[in-house]
């Protein structure tokens, strides 16, 4: 079972390497940081390799997904990350500060939007992981995607 905080602390990472041919190859793998990407891009290919560049990926527009679950009742619960300098963004709609974290509650009827009150990422995981168990009637241990 993945917990949230698992998931928060990863990210896409595009490694960039040569093999020995002519230019460099890249390839993109979900790792906890720059040091884990390059480890499972050369465990992956047999013989020399050279790490050149790694590279983390992020969205450019609107606010940064971290990550979802869904509820047994249907209701789906997103984790995301406020960019006020964007005209995309829904947390500047909702008056978050820039670089909190907030959560986006889908449910059949309506959609709405619970601020957590910090940016930093590890408070705001547990953070979600007690709303969820308290308001939506999970279990604080749900599989996060």
Request: net charge positive; proline share 0%.
């Amino acid at each position: 079972m993945i917990k949230l905080i698992d998931l928060l602390r990863e990210g896409k990472y595009t490694v960039d390497f040569d093999i020995g041919s002519r230019g460099l190859m890249s390839q993109t793998v979900n790792a906890k940081n720059e040091k884990e990407a390059a480890k499972k891009v050369a465990a992956g290919i047999s013989g020399k390799v050279k790490i050149k560049k790694v590279t983390k990926e992020s969205i450019s527009i609107g606010d940064q997904y971290v990550g979802a679950t869904r509820l047994k009742d249907g209701r789906q619960v997103q984790l995301l990350r406020s960019n006020e300098a964007d005209r995309y963004s829904i947390g500047k709609k909702y008056g978050i500060k820039k670089h909190d974290y907030y959560l986006l509650i889908k449910a059949k009827g309506a959609n709405y939007v619970v601020d957590t009150g910090t940016h930093i990422l590890k408070k705001a995981g547990k953070w979600a992981q007690g709303y969820i168990q308290r308001k939506l009637g999970g279990t604080g241990k749900e599989r996060f995607t």
